[in-house]
């Protein structure tokens, strides 16, 4: 491949990391357009993870149409923000669109013969983003059917130090379950949360121990070439 087109990769694969940090770290600090803002680091998240490896055109076609329909959906909610079947059309886009991306990472690292910076940041990037599609996954079965409760046994949901969940709270319990972290401060009191969770808890050590053993495989296999 290419260094200007290596390069440029290295490059998508940054910035994409860099979102998803800001969308992990920073996120709940914002005390004023927290919405907008969230709305502009899905975007940025969308175009570079179309970019993000060098995947066959096929498959940069798939993920351009389903990013494209994200954007348009995702902005249409800010637009129209009262409406409930952009809200659900929107939620709907942006699981789809991160289910494809993971999927077709994972399918990219592992097809590859070399372990370079760029994959290694991809492989990063794969993991934060299975983070992120766990908190879609909670938020949606808390919505659909279920619902979390803390410690104290009230109804509904609740989180240390907030009384109405938000995003963040969902994404702060999903990468606490797909780490194996358990701090037992949110429990999942439904069969569809028990399930997400299980299902996150399952998929993060999987990823893991996989994805470390094919990585260290492909270097030693590259470096007694």
Same mark, same amino acid.
């Given at each position: 491949? &290419? ?23 920073? !996120? ?6 927290? @919405?907008? +803002? ?9 175009? %570079?993870?179309?970019? @993000?490896?060098?995947?066959? &055109? ?12 994200? /954007?348009?959906?995702?902005? !249409?909610?800010?637009? +129209?923000? #009262? ?7 929107? +939620? *709907? ?39 992120? /599609?766990?908190? /879609?996954?909670?938020?949606? *079965?808390?919505?659909?059917?279920? $619902?979390?409760?803390?410690? %104290?046994?009230?109804?509904?949901? &609740?989180?240390?130090? $907030? ?11 999903? +990468? ?13 009191? %439904? *069969? ?12 993060? #050590? ?13 270097? !030693? @296999? #590259?470096?007694?070439?």
């Amino acid at each position: 491949m &290419k260094t200007a087109t290596m390069e440029k990769l290295t490059r998508n694969n940054i910035v994409l990391l860099g979102c998803l940090l800001v969308l992990i770290i920073f !996120l709940p600090f914002l005390t004023s357009n927290r @919405s907008l +803002f969230l709305h502009f680091l899905l975007s940025a998240i969308i175009v %570079s993870g179309v970019y @993000s490896c060098a995947f066959q &055109k096929r498959t940069r076609r798939i993920l351009a149409t389903i990013g494209a329909i994200t /954007l348009v959906v995702t902005w !249409l909610d800010i637009i +129209f923000g #009262q409406s409930d079947v952009f809200k659900i059309v929107a +939620f *709907a886009a942006i699981f789809a669109f991160i289910c494809a991306i993971v999927f077709f990472l994972v399918r990219h690292i592992a097809r590859s013969k070399n372990v370079t910076s760029t994959i290694i940041i991809s492989a990063i990037n794969g993991y934060l983003l299975m983070g992120l /599609l766990g908190a /879609l996954l909670l938020d949606i *079965a808390d919505t659909a059917g279920g $619902s979390l409760t803390a410690g %104290s046994g009230s109804p509904g949901i &609740k989180f240390a130090g $907030s009384a109405v969940p938000v995003f963040h709270d969902y994404m702060y319990f999903s +990468f606490v379950t797909l780490t194996t972290l358990g701090y037992g401060d949110i429990t999942p009191a %439904s *069969a569809a949360t028990k399930s997400v969770a299980l299902m996150i808890a399952v998929a993060g #050590q999987l990823y893991l121990t996989i994805l470390i053993a094919m990585l260290v495989g492909k270097y !030693l @296999s #590259q470096k007694n070439r």
